[in-house]
């Protein structure tokens, strides 16, 4: 627990701080995504060591979160997906001139829900750790598994297409080393193939690659910000008082839905809306400008965050693109997240916990006064940003293997992207089927090889069994549902 | 949803095209199992699904999204969102720079790191609408000097 203060120290500080204001900074400007921007700067968190590289990530990742806010109630345009629903109230009350509160209140919210977050997780990460010592090849599989039907069927669009992409994803993930044997598969005998696809070049292509060609497809004109002074930026106390109880529903529902596989940040504050919908006191005025809309899924997209760094820092399994980069980042550094990393690494593991803490401070101070200059962020155009971010997409790409195949793999990948957005296929399930794919066959494998053949071995343990059917469950509840609809109707 | 057919016989056609190379790598036994089984697993579940959506792609056109969760705002989703006119979308602006960059790749190792790069951010700025000469060609050369003394002297990455 005594590590938990190598947050403090100056270099760890510092990178909180570098993270967090990255974070906010592409929480604002809409398209890249977190995921995106940590990929491109793992060149530079590698660098950093372990600690400090880790401290600087996670401040990405959470800082995204806060800063996705500022653009959705001030230009109605939402930095990142976990931010849309804020559009909704957070503009309304811009436009009626209570822009300052309705930032103000997202802030707080974020900061209360990230702290509740982060004593959650210190609380419960270490006790799922020990938990899943228990767990051998074939508990995980089941759980990955699960992770990946679960998260096909929570990404937005056909499930049946985000299925094929995590199914993809993982074929992808077999070009190169066979995990177990060894053996070299579908390189088609290309140089640098062996190492197989880098998974930064995949994501930096997917999400940034990919982005720079839908902006030249669609340029958009420039949009000016609504000017916030900081005397505004205090929200009344009715606007307190009424932010409160739905700030603490978001906080607790956030965490919550954290733990699902799947875009967690983005479904716990739509979730959180439909329950002020159908909960708050003034749920006849959400939709019109109503503060709950903006402290309730704002709280709930910051504790979601948190929430979905358990399944990652206990058992190294990452289920949103975002702890995917984490994990990527992790491996680069030669920490295996997962039930031994407090074991083998507790300044890591209690330092990157701790900065949660100091970054939400950090957050809250930036975001309160320098709200109208990230606000402006946004409204820098496209043409003068997207030929930087190619740049950093080719060195992330680059420097992950020092190879230039990994930057044709990002090239096409950016144009696979492109086509996919064009075609209502979403990346973040191909992201993970990368990443999850060869967990999937290792511990398949493995846990065909104990027992001697045997498929019942996948389900002789109980936790697996219970992941399995739900698994299954999942998978055909919705086509079940479908057929049975006709009978129940007639 | 003519397009979603195309796209799962696509989908089909890759899945074919990888069991087909899966067939090069033993499958052995169950009890040890070689390299060729988990990719024929993968391979037949892509081959399902593609087959599954090429059947239902025609009648999901009332039901458009079985998910909880919109997509990402980008492209159509993100003008939505902000109401804000813009041009149609033209697939000749990224067309022109799926093609910029794959010429960057293939001179990339042979002009180098800053040659390259100072030409691609100088090109993609004046795809991208940026007028005139100096402005692209300044971005070009502020973008590809940090860029070199950012990663390569001070964090010591090595760029081709």
């Given at each position: ?78 930095g ?28 707080i919210?974020?900061?209360?829900a ?5 004593v ?30 679960v ?9 049946a297409?985000?299925l ?27 140089g640098?193939?062996?190492?197989g ?5 995949v ?37 307190l ?29 739509f979730?959180?809306y ?29 504790a ?8 990652l ?36 593991f ?30 820098i ?41 064009a ?10 089927g ?14 065909l ?42 | ?27 052995d ?22 087959v ?22 980008s ?35 042979v002009?180098?790191?800053i ?10 700025a ?11 060609a300044?971005?070009?050369l ?19």
């Amino acid at each position: 627990m005594s590590d938990l203060f190598v947050a403090l120290s100056g270099p760890n500080l510092f990178a909180c701080f570098l993270g967090t204001v990255l974070g906010t900074i592409v929480g604002v400007l809409p398209g890249l995504g977190p995921a995106g921007a940590m990929a491109l700067v793992l060149p530079l968190t590698i660098k950093l060591g372990p600690t400090a590289g880790l401290i600087m990530l996670a401040g990405i990742y959470y800082g995204a979160m806060y800063g996705g806010s500022t653009t959705s109630i001030l230009v109605n345009v939402p930095g990142e997906a976990a931010s849309v629903v804020t559009t909704i109230d957070g503009y309304r009350m811009a436009r009626r001139g209570r822009a300052g509160a309705a930032l103000a209140i997202a802030a707080i919210a974020s900061f209360v829900a990230g702290t509740f977050s982060v004593v959650a997780l210190q609380l419960s990460a270490p006790l799922v750790a020990r938990a899943a010592l228990a767990f051998g090849p074939a508990e995980y599989f089941a759980f990955a598994l699960l992770g990946v039907v679960v998260l096909a069927n929570l990404t937005g669009g056909s499930r049946a297409k985000s299925l094929a992409m995590v199914v993809l994803g993982v074929m992808l993930s077999t070009v190169g080393m066979d995990p177990l044997g060894g053996t070299v598969r579908f390189t088609l005998d290309v140089g640098g193939a062996e190492a197989g696809f880098s998974f930064i070049a995949v994501t930096a292509g997917l999400f940034g690659v990919a982005e720079v060609l839908t902006t030249m497809a669609s340029p958009e004109s420039v949009v000016a910000a609504a000017r916030v002074k900081f005397r505004e930026l205090y929200p009344s106390r009715t606007e307190l008082r009424r932010a409160l109880p739905a700030m603490l529903r978001g906080t607790v529902l956030g965490f919550v839905v954290g733990l699902v596989p799947g875009p967690a940040a983005t479904l716990a504050s739509f979730v959180s809306y439909g329950v002020e919908r159908k909960v708050s006191r003034y749920r006849h005025e959400l939709g019109t400008g109503a503060i709950e809309g903006v402290a309730g899924p704002e709280a709930a997209n910051n504790a979601a965050a948190g929430g979905g760094m358990i399944p990652l820092l206990s058992l190294g399994l990452p289920f949103t693109p975002s702890t995917a980069v984490l994990l990527s980042g992790m491996l680069l550094m030669s920490v295996t997240p997962g039930p031994f990393l407090l074991r083998d690494h507790p300044q890591v593991f209690w330092g990157v916990i701790g900065s949660f803490y100091v970054g939400n401070v950090m957050l809250l101070l930036l975001n309160l006064p320098l709200v109208g200059v990230f606000a402006r962020v946004a409204t820098i155009p496209p043409r003068y940003l997207m030929p930087g971010v190619l740049v950093l997409c080719v060195v992330a790409a680059y420097s992950d293997n020092n190879n230039v195949f990994d930057v044709w793999v990002l090239v096409a990948a950016g144009i696979v992207g492109y086509f996919m957005r064009a075609l209502d296929y979403s990346p973040a399930p191909l992201v993970l089927g990368l990443v999850l794919g060869p967990l999937l066959e290792r511990s398949l494998l493995q846990a065909l090889t104990i027992g001697r053949g045997n498929v019942r071995e996948l389900w002789a343990s109980a936790p697996a069994a219970v992941m399995l059917a739900a698994a299954v469950l999942v998978l055909f509840f919705p086509v079940v549902r479908r057929a049975v609809r006709p009978f129940r109707a007639a | 949803m003519r397009r979603d057919r195309w796209t799962a016989l696509g989908l089909a056609a890759f899945a074919v095209a990888y069991l087909a190379a899966d067939r090069r790598y033993p499958l052995d036994t169950l009890a040890t199992p070689g390299p060729g089984l988990f990719p024929l697993i993968a391979g037949l579940a892509l081959l399902a699904l593609a087959v599954w959506e090429l059947a239902t792609a025609g009648a999901r056109r009332a039901r458009k999204s079985t998910g909880l969760v919109p997509e990402p705002p980008s492209g159509e989703a993100r003008q939505a969102a902000s109401g804000r006119v813009q041009a149609p979308a033209s697939p000749r602006g990224p067309l022109l720079m799926a093609a910029v960059l794959v010429v960057y790749v293939a001179v990339l190792p042979v002009v180098g790191f800053i040659v390259a790069s100072l030409a691609l951010v100088f090109v993609s700025a004046r795809l991208m609408g940026l007028a005139g000469w100096w402005a692209p060609a300044v971005l070009a050369l502020g973008i590809t000097v940090a860029s070199r003394v950012i990663f390569v002297s001070w964090l010591g990455v090595p760029l081709p």
